[in-house]
């Protein structure tokens, strides 16, 4: 199993900044594409930025040059940097992660199949 872990939200007026961190732990066989969702009351999941394990990135048009997306592969970390916020940013923020977990046999480890993986969320609230 892959855990997400989010830090970082909290409430910040418009026009400041917050930065969200997400680890993943637990048995990583490997990590392909991360990235940010968030969620508003009412309102459907969306993507926000990801992040594919060679680097490239991709935003949701409304948070283009405002947000960054970095990653830490070595850490398994990603990290969103979140400037110029609006209160229309207000959300649920998930981390979520594409890749594999691993199962021991013996001392070998076996790569399990790829699957979707998904923090517990956290709360950006923005006010004008």
């Known amino acids: 199993q892959v855990y997400l872990a989010e830090s970082g939200g909290g409430e910040v007026q418009s026009g400041g900044s917050l930065r969200l961190s997400c680890v993943a732990s637990?048995?990583?066989?490997?990590?392909?594409?991360m990235g940010w969702y968030r969620q508003a009351p009412g309102g459907d999941r969306e993507l926000v930025a990801g992040?594919?394990?060679?680097?490239?990135?991709n935003y949701d048009d409304s948070v283009k040059g405002r947000f960054t997306i970095s990653r830490d592969s070595a850490q398994n970390a990603i990290y969103l940097q979140m400037n110029s916020l609006k209160p229309e940013d207000t959300a649920v923020y998930y981390c979520?992660?594409?890749?594999?977990?691993?199962?021991?046999?013996?001392?070998?480890?076996?790569?399990?199949?790829?699957?979707?993986?998904w923090g517990q969320g956290t709360q950006v609230t923005v006010f004008s």
């Open positions: 979520a992660a594409y890749g594999s977990s691993y199962a021991m046999k013996g001392w070998t480890k076996l790569q399990q199949g790829a699957k979707h993986y």
């Open positions: 637990g048995r990583i066989f490997s990590i392909e594409n």
């Open positions: 992040i594919t394990n060679g680097g490239t990135t």
